[in-house]
């Protein structure tokens, strides 16, 4: 970056918390208090208004914004998980990317409570009393696997009858075009509540692509479910036309990105066929030296043409746990109206 020392003329303002009743009142103050990250996340926050407004016009003309939504299932084990599903509620993101746990946290703690723990405690004895530690929270195996055995496969039993009645058709041409976001809509209406994100995406149509759907306790109730139906599948590539229809005729595409991985790539991947994202925010806490994609900054996404040169982005290094609800009390302060 070329150096203007005339360009140097905002000046360094310290915090007044008097003048900070909310978060978005402590935000415009990071954008003037700078502090590295602080800096960063007040410049996210303007990028993600921006992407929100553009949201709103959606309705008058669903051709013209598609805003991408890309985060890990580890997220959905913690009350951050209000997030996801107050943007979605909102439709904020039309098209969402993530992983197959996600489905599990989701759909279990629509029935079973996790708890607050410690990352100090005992790996063995927890294990020994059937308790599984994600980080910091507590994941009963009752409030897991047990619940998701018990819920998921009945309904895989029910989708199935109604796709062979729905299309007249028996094995595997029944489920041609039936892929993990049409598995997504399935299940948010008929056992998604309004406290999960799979309610919200079924109620408002929107994509959520899991294109490892098999990695994941959901994964394993589809593959479990097959030994009883041999013609049971889903169409992976049926997601992709999904993805494919989405990208090549927008006229905007944004995405706020957390986290890496598959979720991340397919974000990045489709849009470098249309030129690159217009604006992105990434959210992330993996260092950029060891070639992850995790640690890969957006500036590196312009060299594969995932990123248009001239994009507004940001990569704000933190834990999203901490910033998305920093962020969402200020995107989602207003009451939302259906």
């Given at each position: 970056m070329a150096v203007d020392p005339e360009a140097f003329d905002v000046p360094v303002e310290d915090y007044d918390f008097t003048k900070a009743a909310t978060p978005g009142a402590?935000?415009?103050?990071?954008?003037?208090?700078?502090?590295?990250?602080?800096?960063?996340?007040?410049e996210a926050r303007t990028i993600l208004a921006d992407m929100r407004a553009q949201s709103e016009a959606v309705d008058a003309n669903p051709d013209k914004v598609t805003n991408w939504l890309s985060f890990p299932a580890c997220l959905c084990a913690t009350g951050t998980r209000g997030f996801f599903v107050e943007a979605i509620k909102r439709k904020m993101f039309n098209v969402v990317s993530t992983t197959c746990g996600t489905l599990d946290h989701d759909i279990a703690r629509a029935f079973k409570h996790y708890y607050h723990g410690s990352f100090e405690l005992d790996d063995i004895e927890l294990g020994e009393h059937h308790l599984m530690r994600l980080g910091n929270v507590i994941v009963p195996n009752a409030s897991y696997g047990e619940i998701l055995e018990a819920v998921v496969l009945p309904v895989l039993e029910d989708i199935y009858q109604d796709r062979l009645k729905e299309t007249g058709k028996t094995g595997a041409d029944a489920w041609i075009g039936f892929g993990s976001i049409?598995?997504?809509?399935?299940?948010?209406?008929?056992?998604?509540?309004?406290?999960?994100?799979?309610?919200?995406?079924?109620?408002?149509?929107?994509?959520?692509?899991?294109?490892?759907?098999?990695?994941?306790?959901?994964?394993?109730?589809?593959?479990?479910?097959?030994?009883?139906?041999?013609?049971?599948?889903?169409?992976?590539?049926?997601?992709?036309?999904?993805?494919?229809?989405?990208?090549?005729?927008?006229?905007?595409?944004?995405?706020?990105m957390i986290g890496g991985g598959i979720s991340k790539h397919h974000v990045i991947w489709w849009n470098q066929y249309r030129g690159g994202l217009d604006s992105a925010v990434y959210i992330t806490t993996a260092p950029e030296h060891d070639g992850s994609l995790s640690g890969?900054?957006?500036?590196?996404?312009?060299?594969?043409?995932?990123?248009?040169?001239?994009?507004?982005?940001?990569?704000?290094?933190?834990?999203?746990?901490?910033?998305?609800?920093?962020?969402?009390?200020?995107?989602?302060?207003?009451?939302?109206?259906?």
């Open positions: 402590l935000i415009d103050q990071m954008a003037k208090a700078g502090g590295f990250t602080a800096t960063k996340l007040a049409h598995l997504v809509w399935e299940l948010g209406k008929r056992i998604g509540t309004p406290d999960t994100l799979i309610y919200w995406a079924a109620k408002h149509n929107i994509p959520v692509c899991i294109p490892g759907i098999t990695d994941g306790s959901i994964g394993a109730q589809l593959f479990m479910f097959r030994q009883k139906y041999r013609d049971f599948h889903l169409d992976t590539l049926a997601d992709e036309q999904i993805m494919s229809d989405i990208t090549w005729d927008v006229a905007t595409s944004n995405a706020l890969a900054r957006l500036r590196e996404a312009i060299s594969w043409g995932k990123m248009r040169p001239e994009a507004p982005h940001v990569c704000v290094e933190g834990d999203a746990s901490l910033l998305l609800p920093l962020l969402g009390a200020d995107l989602f302060c207003e009451p939302y109206s259906a």
